[in-house]
């Protein structure tokens, strides 16, 4: 199994800035791909962005895409969420997930591909 822990979640205000982390641990070594999610109040989970574990290639949400950044540190097991210019409409739970089974170029989009998740952070921006 593999453990997930967000922090960095908390309220900002538009055109701010924050950092999400996502901690893994247990059986990091197969890791896949790690992704962020968010869902706002009354909507579903929607996919945010996406790093493959062993060649670094990211996907991104257009609507996310030129102001988030996804980044690993492999040494720290830890993926980070950097938002940058943000939007009233960004305000959601955030969560962090992992791909174990995937092949070795995957960038899953879909919630079904995921096979653990943390528990969430909440980002608040105020206009």
């Known amino acids: 199994q593999v453990q997930l822990v967000e922090s960095g979640g908390g309220l900002v205000q538009a055109g701010g800035s924050l950092r999400l982390s996502c901690a893994a641990s247990?059986?990091?070594?197969?890791?896949?791909?790690m992704g962020w999610f968010r869902q706002a109040p009354g909507k579903g989970r929607e996919f945010v962005t996406t790093?493959?574990?062993?060649?670094?290639?990211?996907y991104y949400a257009d609507s996310v895409k030129g102001r988030f950044t996804i980044s690993r540190d492999n040494a720290k097991n830890t993926v980070y969420l950097q938002m940058n210019s943000l939007k009233p409409e960004d305000t959601a739970v955030y969560y962090c997930?992992?791909?174990?089974?995937?092949?070795?170029?995957?960038?899953?989009?879909?919630?079904?591909?995921?096979?653990?998740w943390g528990q969430g952070t909440q980002v608040t921006v105020s206009s």
């Open positions: 247990g059986r990091t070594f197969s890791i896949n791909a």
């Open positions: 790093i493959n574990w062993s060649s670094l290639t990211t």
């Open positions: 997930a992992v791909e174990i089974h995937g092949s070795s170029w995957s960038l899953p989009i879909l919630e079904r591909q995921y096979d653990y």
